[in-house]
């Protein structure tokens, strides 16, 4: 059974004075308004937040309709968990209109993850390398070394990502930054510069989902779900707080989770027409464009340079300029990319509009421990 | 004690926050972190106590130490 995106929002991303939860209410509500349903109408809803709380909760604001709402938290792959949950609640016949909601709020500067919560000695915290950001570093390292990626291309990704959050009325942003300012703004991680990484923040999306028949009925301005995919690791893939990498070649979750996407939704790659990528840094852009299956091993310094992944290039990445401009509040941001190929398929991304009728896109987030969720969209 | 060469590296440019992270007496001062790759192909994550930042490059050759409570420690082969 094909299921259907009526309604997508989302709020404005960065810092203020809202609690997370907030977030999460304003954007359920708005997408409930884009969709033109009632909350009454909604049969079940799942959500959550990272650190800003249980999804539960917003039944005090949205309606006490008494409609099982459950709490989703996995990290990086709520927003992707979210969403998965609910294409089962309407195939299963749970409900036939859902929610999916995903909001945070987190605290300024990096993550600062616990050594034992990652099954780790004090010793790594003691020392300092509980540090999520030196990862990022040292896969872009490696990665640059085997397949000749320059600073100067890690710089064009976080130069594309403020021009297109200059273009994005709710990124958090939206100062156009130039490559040689990101390449002098200071090493935090070599090879990365400060303003190559995204920082953590606040906000929310929400998406209201329905079946292809009642969205027809609700004549709404609809976009096809093809797939939604979840993943844990493989054997062999270099992640985050791992004392020992295995002998051999790494392997990727988001390889596999883009796999089975495209293989669920009958559409490959090389269809896709607008996509949505996590780029916690500048180099995850340029990995994950490789492991997601849209180019070869290397071809991205050519093609980034080429203006390939710009909004009028021949594949567009992260419009709305991705986690480098929106920040990355853990909940919502995967709901965020999925809102974010919505508005374009559906043409409504104003200055940020890919040309030329977009009609399919993809989303990817990746995160910790070694997840990714996907998803495939289509007009 | 165990030979082995850098597989990829970069430098803490910035303090981690406390606590966890203990500061030094003489203060927070950069340092190397990387991957060590072994005999049989595996690689360690260690500490890279070396002279010079700047000399740190994928293929370097280390001797990792490795210590009750510490994380593993990498240094030069002289």
Redesign the interface.
């Known amino acids: 059974m094909s299921v259907h995106i009526v309604g997508a929002a989302r709020t404005a991303f960065g810092r203020s004075e809202l609690t997370g939860r907030d977030h999460g209410v304003h954007a359920a509500r708005a997408a409930l308004v884009d969709a033109g349903v009632p909350w009454s109408r909604v049969g079940a809803a799942f959500g959550g937040s990272d650190a800003a709380g249980n999804a539960d909760t917003l039944v005090a604001d949205l309606g006490l309709t008494g409609i099982p709402f459950v709490n989703v938290r996995n990290g990086c792959a709520t927003g992707g968990s979210a969403l998965l949950s609910a294409v089962n609640a309407i195939r299963g016949g749970m409900a036939d209109v859902v929610l999916a909601v995903g909001f945070d709020k987190h605290p300024r500067g990096a993550f600062d993850p616990r050594p034992a919560d990652w099954g780790l000695g004090e010793e790594y915290g003691r020392e300092g390398l509980m540090v999520t950001t030196q990862f990022f570093g040292m896969k872009i390292q490696r990665y640059a070394h085997d397949h000749g990626i320059t600073p100067r291309t890690l710089a064009l990704v976080a130069e594309k990502a403020y021009r297109n959050g200059a273009r994005t009325p709710e990124a958090w942003r939206r100062q156009e930054i130039t490559a040689e300012e990101i390449l002098a703004s200071g090493m935090v991680n070599d090879p990365l510069t400060r303003f190559m990484f995204c920082s953590p923040g606040e906000g929310a999306a929400a998406l209201v989902l329905c079946s292809a028949e009642l969205a027809r009925e609700l004549g709404a301005d609809s976009v096809e779900l093809r797939s939604a995919v979840v993943r844990t690791r493989p054997p062999g893939s270099f992640e985050v707080f791992s004392p020992r990498l295995d002998p051999g070649e790494p392997t990727s979750v988001s390889t596999v989770s883009a796999a089975a996407a495209f293989e669920a939704a009958g559409i490959g790659p090389s269809d896709v027409d607008v996509c949505q990528l996590q780029d916690t840094e500048s180099g995850a852009e340029v990995m994950h464009l490789a492991e997601c299956g849209f180019c070869a091993h290397g071809e991205q310094e050519k093609l980034i340079a080429a203006g390939a992944t710009e909004i009028g290039g021949e594949l567009p990445v992260n419009t709305d300029g991705g986690c480098i401009a929106n920040g990355e509040p853990i909940g919502a941001s995967g709901l965020r990319q999925v809102y974010e190929v919505v508005t374009q398929l559906r043409g409504r991304a104003g200055a940020r509009q890919v040309p030329g009728t977009p009609r399919v896109g993809f989303t990817h987030v990746y995160g910790a421990p070694g997840v990714s969720a996907c998803t495939v969209l289509a007009r | 004690m165990t030979d082995g060469t850098v597989?990829?590296?970069?430098?803490?440019?910035?303090?981690?926050?406390s606590?966890?992270?203990?500061v030094p007496e003489a203060g927070f001062a950069p340092?190397a972190?990387?991957?060590v790759e072994v005999a049989?192909?595996?690689?360690?994550?260690a500490?890279l106590d070396v002279e010079d930042l700047s000399s740190v490059h994928?293929g370097m050759r280390l001797r990792i130490e490795e210590a009750e409570?510490?994380?593993?420690h990498a240094r030069e082969v002289l």
């Open positions: 597989w990829t590296w970069t430098v803490q440019r910035f303090p981690p926050k606590p966890p992270y203990e340092f972190v990387g991957y049989d192909g595996a690689r360690i994550e500490v994928i409570g510490r994380v593993p």
